[in-house]
């Protein structure tokens, strides 16, 4: 079966990644998300952005070295996994930042066709491999340092209590 077409198939079994189960759940923490999203005040979504700003370009590198993609896809990406915004990252943002990792060597684009549109494709470059290999490797130096104040902190606001205690 072709896995683009799983979710509005009827031959889906357990293991489909896209089950009703699963989709029904994705669905109520979307909402459960959106409804905190609202809640907060003005400043708190401030403070909230800040922090995912400057994450930004790393997450951007990270999500080309998943697989060869271009710009909208991954506007739409961010958009979709956005924990404040509710518009597309705009072209104006994400861009710069190609052209930017492109300029450094990490990235690299090349012109395709989606139909009879023509659209620049990015890809990893080695260098861009051995910068988030790098990354790793210094998150794991962080991991391992136990007294690190940013081990603790990716800790208390990225896992749940059972992940906390392992």
Do not use: C
């Not at 189960?21 to 923490?29: C, I, R």
């Not at 999203?37 to 930004?56: A, D, P, Q, T, V």
């Not at 994400?94 to 060597?105: A, M």
Request: aromatic share 8%; glycine share 6%; net charge positive.
């Amino acid at each position: 079966m072709d896995r683009e077409n799983a979710p509005f198939s009827d031959e889906s079994d357990d293991s489909d990644e896209y089950n009703e189960e699963k989709l029904k759940n994705m669905e109520k923490l979307l909402k459960e998300r959106n409804k905190t999203i609202k809640n907060m005040s003005k400043y708190e979504k401030k403070l909230m952005k800040g922090l995912m700003r400057g994450f930004g370009n790393t997450m951007i590198l990270w999500l080309i070295s998943q697989k060869k993609q271009h710009g909208y896809e991954i506007m739409t990406k961010l958009h979709d996994s956005s924990l404040t915004d509710t518009k597309m990252p705009s072209a104006s943002k994400i861009y710069p930042v190609l052209h930017d990792l492109e300029k450094h060597g990490l990235i690299k684009g090349s012109w395709g066709h989606q139909g009879k549109r023509k659209i620049k494709y990015y890809e990893m470059t080695e260098e861009g491999h051995k910068t988030l290999s790098t990354f790793r490797k210094i998150a794991q130096l962080t991991k391992n340092n136990h007294s690190s104040i940013w081990l603790d902190f990716m800790k208390d606001m990225l896992m749940d209590e059972e992940d906390k205690r392992s």
